[in-house]
């Protein structure tokens, strides 16, 4: 087993941070490559983060209205 870091996206040149707005899953959930697991709002847009793998999501590493830099972890997935 490993665990895979789901990191904060830039989907913007000018994208320098983001909030995490709702996690669609819970840990210990299991989750399926592809599918959405937590909605980001950068620059007043809202988008999903879908996961890059299918494994359990293992922690949340950052909460619900929390703000993070690009490429910050947000989430581990263990595969």
């Known amino acids: ?3 895979i870091e789901v990191r904060m996206p830039q989907w913007g040149m ?4 983001g909030t ?4 669609l899953r819970k840990v210990g959930d299991s989750v ?3 599918e959405a697991i ?3 709002e950068a620059a007043k847009a809202a988008n999903v983060v879908d996961a890059p793998v299918t494994g ?10 929390e703000t993070v830099a690009v490429q ?7 595969t």
């Open 1 to 3: 087993m490993s665990m």
């Open 14 to 17: 000018n994208m320098t941070e």
């Open 20 to 23: 995490v707005t709702q996690w």
């Open 32 to 34: 399926e490559e592809g």
């Open 38 to 40: 937590v909605e980001i």
């Open 56 to 65: 359990i999501l293992a922690q949340i590493l950052v909460e619900e209205d």
């Open 72 to 78: 910050t972890a947000i989430c581990l997935i263990e």
